[in-house]
C-alpha cells in the first residue's frame, strides 16, 4: 500500500514544487528587438545581446533602463507581474513588449 503512495507524493511535490527562474534571451540586430514580444514569471532574468554597432537601451517609461553597449550583453531580473511595453531611449521605433506573470 505505502509503495502505492509513493507515485502520489511525487506526482504532488513536482506540482507544490516552485518553478526555477531563468534567463530569457532577446537579440538586438539591426535595430529590432527579437522576439519582440517575450512571455516570463517574476524572477526571471531577461538578457539583451546587442549584435549592432551602436548602444542601445531596454527603457520603460517611468521604470527601469538596461543600458547595452555595443557588441555586449545587458540584463535585468523581473521582480513585479504585469505588462511591460519598453523601446530604446536612443531609437524610439525600436520597440518590445514583456509579460510577466507571478
Known amino acids: 500500500m505505502r509503495a502505492a503512495l509513493l507515485p502520489l507524493a511525487t506526482a504532488l511535490a513536482l506540482v507544490a514544487s516552485p518553478a526555477l527562474a531563468v534567463t530569457i534571451e532577446v537579440t538586438i540586430d539591426k535595430l529590432v528587438f527579437s522576439p519582440a514580444s517575450v512571455e516570463a514569471r517574476v524572477g526571471d532574468t531577461i538578457e539583451w545581446t546587442n549584435k549592432d554597432m551602436i548602444v542601445h537601451?531596454?527603457?520603460?517609461?517611468?521604470?527601469?533602463?538596461?543600458?547595452?553597449?555595443?557588441?555586449?550583453?545587458?540584463?535585468?531580473?523581473?521582480?513585479?507581474?504585469?505588462?511591460?511595453?519598453?523601446?530604446?531611449?536612443?531609437?524610439?521605433?525600436?520597440?518590445?513588449?514583456?509579460?510577466?506573470?507571478?
Open 57 to 102: 537601451t531596454a527603457t520603460v517609461k517611468g521604470g527601469w533602463e538596461v543600458t547595452i553597449p555595443p557588441k555586449s550583453k545587458g540584463r535585468i531580473m523581473l521582480k513585479a507581474a504585469g505588462a511591460v511595453d519598453y523601446f530604446c531611449r536612443f531609437h524610439p521605433n525600436m520597440k518590445g513588449h514583456l509579460e510577466v506573470s507571478p
